[in-house]
């Protein structure tokens, strides 16, 4: 009697998917996608995951679907019971957790332990035709670690998550090929664009270039410098660049020439900020003409869901996160360093396309300070066992070299020296500071909101960042009425903060007068210069993220001028900045006293990172579970060594680069929401990959407790509610959603028809 993995049309099942035609192509795939780091194990995954479809009662489901039959634990069990430590425990989470998500002991449902799992799990052994492959050897990715290493439990599970991505891609993919060739749909390719192909576009942009000037001579002389070591060896490597120094094109040739020289197969840009995402997306589609549309992926939409609970495969497909099989993927720090700590199929389906490929954190610095030491962890293993390289790339570079004097104390810092040696690709990078010094920066004091509002006044364009939402709104609803005023935060839509920044270009370009007031997002690779730039006191590498937005291009005789004041607190506290940036200022303001004729030397900032992490030398992993303390590490280490379960979920909440989460919604209409016309389009789009991608122009991300409440209010509708639940939340009350400052969900208490 055959056995089968899907049904379809014929009652008669002729059209139906056997189950082995089923294993063996998500076995061949899920070996494919691994084949980095254990080919072996991938297509063991693949043969066993669905082996619980044997059981009569799944038969039956497939012609009644009221039946209801998990499937999963089967194959896990046979895993587990099948192979030694620690591979059949690896293999068994992976299997388990192919449909719920990867899971731990006590962790899911009720608690129920993972063994609890196994055990009510079928005794079933594969067909005798399934050719399982043997586990003669240690997978690639393990049997590189010395015999004796501290790191072994850290490196397994990273082994499992990496497995989890390969199978869930894997089984989702040869799924949905199935259901298009049933329905007669042609199945979906990606674009075939060689990286030697998006070189030569590199090539010929950088050959046309005008190279006048001694800051576009520099930039040259980075760009070359950094490309001519692209023959090294893939590992840890830092690109540390002045502001306007051309480090997003510098990393781009180095990233593509490297890629192209080691067999690598993408390149994965890591941007700390949505608006820059797009920025930088802008410019490698400028750059590679007319492949850059097919050859670049943004991905930094927050509507990255959880797939549908169950079995229904159709269902959780419709639900399916991006695949990240371009050759250039640009995402935020936020979706990339969540993802590589996720624990479900939707946040982890396209990990196993970050082996074999060259990753550049853009404003390394920026790294979570609070989960610093799993972070770094996780990019160490990236470069180690994946065939892959790491490119950290900043103005600022922070200290991460293991001890002192460099100043990080803790193992997962970067070695100096040794097969993941930090290599640094820009020439002489504090010669490169003096050449590009552009800016004085004043020590101010205390700056009231007045005093600041009249110094913007007054001048003739300046530029004012503050730490404070709340704050920036106040300080431009006092200087609104003055020519060329604009406002600059994450409460508007990336469709209007483009708007913004182009008209604020557009008029610097005129002469004529700017005065605009943004939070800390117009820091971190914006490409605008003002004369002058007023700082509120921060970290120290946020202001000098902000004086590269002053004289970018050198061309003020005099230089340009930073003030670096202590804002304004309010009555209430209520601009007060968050408790972590507080702490980071406090070192910033101890490290100027120390350096106030260069508050901005490679010295200073080395100082600084070197107060902030020995400060910090017992934290830097503080997630929380259920509100709770939790060290990702340390429950890593501690999973045991026989049959090391880890806890996959625990490691996923704990990981929250933002606390608390955010959430998307989508503004409609006016200036700078969705037009009603693509509404009306996004009714005939069937998955919500591409309705995500469609709106993310337009929302604001706001409090997962605040998009609750504004839902209660019936503030926001959902959007396609029967398919998508409450994922695509929909505002159209103009009152909310200011055309100058955007949505107003911090201060709710000042619109009257709101009742919280």
């Known amino acids: 009697m055959s056995l089968f993995a899907h049904s379809g049309h014929d009652p008669g099942k002729s059209d139906w998917e056997t189950l082995f035609d089923h294993s063996a192509a998500v076995s ?7 084949r980095a780091f254990a080919p072996v194990l991938g297509e063991l995954a693949g043969w066993l995951h669905d082996l619980g479809k044997m059981k009569p009662r799944f038969q039956a489901r497939l012609s009644d679907p009221s039946v209801i039959e998990p499937h999963a634990a089967e194959g896990a069990r046979y895993a587990y ?58 997978p690639p990715v393990v049997a590189s670690l010395p015999k004796r290493d501290e790191m072994l439990n850290y490196t397994l599970q990273f082994l499992g998550r990496m497995l989890f991505s390969a199978l869930v891609d894997a089984d989702r993919s040869e799924t949905g090929a199935f259901y298009d060739r049933l329905e007669g749909r042609p199945e979906p390719a990606a674009p075939d664009i060689p990286l030697t192909a998006l070189r030569d576009r590199l090539d010929a942009y950088m050959a046309a270039r005008d190279d006048e000037g001694p800051v576009n001579a520099l930039r040259r002389r980075v760009h070359d410098h950094a490309r001519a070591q692209a023959g090294q060896a893939p590992g840890m490597f830092s690109l540390t660049v002045p502001t306007g120094g051309g480090k997003t094109l510098t990393s781009l040739g180095f990233a593509l020439d490297h890629a192209i020289a080691q067999g690598m197969d993408r390149l994965i840009f890591v941007i700390p900020y949505t608006s820059i995402v797009e920025q930088t997306a802008g410019v490698f589609r400028t750059v590679f003409g007319d492949l850059g549309e097919a050859a670049v992926l943004e991905h930094h939409s927050a509507f990255d869901w959880d797939e549908v609970k169950g079995d229904d495969e159709l269902a959780s497909l419709r639900t399916a996160a991006e695949r990240w099989d371009r050759p250039i993927i640009v995402t935020t720090a936020v979706q990339f360093l969540e993802s590589l700590h996720a624990a479900r199929g939707s946040r982890c389906r396209k990990l196993h396309r970050i082996a074999r490929a060259v990753v550049v954190l853009d404003e390394a610095q920026t790294l979570p300070h609070h989960l610093l030491r799993p972070s770094l962890a996780a990019l160490k293993e990236l470069a180690r066992g994946y065939h892959g390289s790491v490119v950290l790339c900043t103005a600022t570079q922070p200290a991460l070299l293991k001890g002192e004097p460099d100043g990080f104390p803790c193992p997962e810092g ?50 004012a960042i503050l730490n404070n939402r709340k704050q920036a709104r106040a300080v431009y609803d006092l200087i609104r009425d003055c020519p060329g005023a604009a406002h600059l935060s994450t409460n508007m839509t990336a469709r209007h903060r483009r708007g913004v920044l182009d008209q604020v270009r557009a008029r610097l370009a005129a002469g004529e007068p700017v005065r605009l007031v943004s939070t800390s997002l117009i820091e971190a690779g914006v490409d605008i210069s003002f004369p002058v730039v007023w700082r509120a006191l921060a970290g120290l590498d946020s202001i000098a993220q902000a004086a590269g937005r002053c004289n970018r291009e050198g061309r003020l005789v005099e230089g340009g001028r930073v003030v670096v004041f202590e804002a304004e607190r309010g009555e209430q506290g209520e601009f007060a900045p968050p408790a972590g940036l507080q702490q980071l200022a406090d070192a910033a303001a101890r490290v100027l006293g120390k350096h106030i004729d260069d508050p901005l030397s490679l010295d200073a900032v080395r100082d600084y990172f070197r107060d902030i992490y020995w400060t910090r030398a017992h934290g830097m992993d503080d997630g929380k579970v259920g509100g709770k303390p939790f060290q990702i590490l340390k429950s890593i280490t501690d999973s045991g060594d026989r049959r090391p379960i880890f806890p996959y979920a625990s490691i996923a909440e704990a990981y929250q680069i933002i606390e608390g989460g955010a959430l998307p919604v989508v503004v409609l209409g006016g200036d700078w929401g969705l037009p009603e016309a693509e509404l009306e389009a ?32 019936g503030l926001v509708r959902p959007f396609r509610q029967a398919e998508f639940g409450d994922q695509f939340l929909l505002l159209d009350q103009p009152g909310i959603y200011d055309a100058d400052t955007g949505l107003r969900w911090d201060d709710f208490g000042d619109l009257g028809f709101l009742s919280f």
């Open 28 to 34: 061949k795939t899920a070996g494919k996608n691994a």
């Open 682 to 713: 996004l009714r005939y789009i069937s998955s919500a990959g591409g309705i995500a991608r469609r709106l993310q122009s337009y929302q604001v991300q706001v409090p997962e407790g605040v998009r609750r409440r504004m839902l209660g209010e």
């Open 81 to 138: 019971e099948t192979w030694p430590n620690p591979f059949g425990a690896l293999l068994a989470q992976v299997i388990l957790g192919h449909h719920a998500g990867l899971k731990g002991e006590g962790e899911g449902e009720g608690g129920r332990l993972f063994s609890a799992r196994l055990e009510e799990a079928a005794r079933l052994a594969p067909q005798e035709d399934w050719p399982l492959p043997g586990i003669t050897a240690l």
């Open 414 to 463: 970067l070695e100096r020296d040794g097969p993941l040696a930090l290599r640094e690709l820009a020439p002489d990078p504090a010669g490169l500071y003096d050449a590009l010094r552009r800016v004085r920066v004043d020590l101010a004091g205390r700056i009231d909101n007045a005093g600041l509002a009249a110094g913007l006044a007054a001048a003739p364009s300046g530029l």
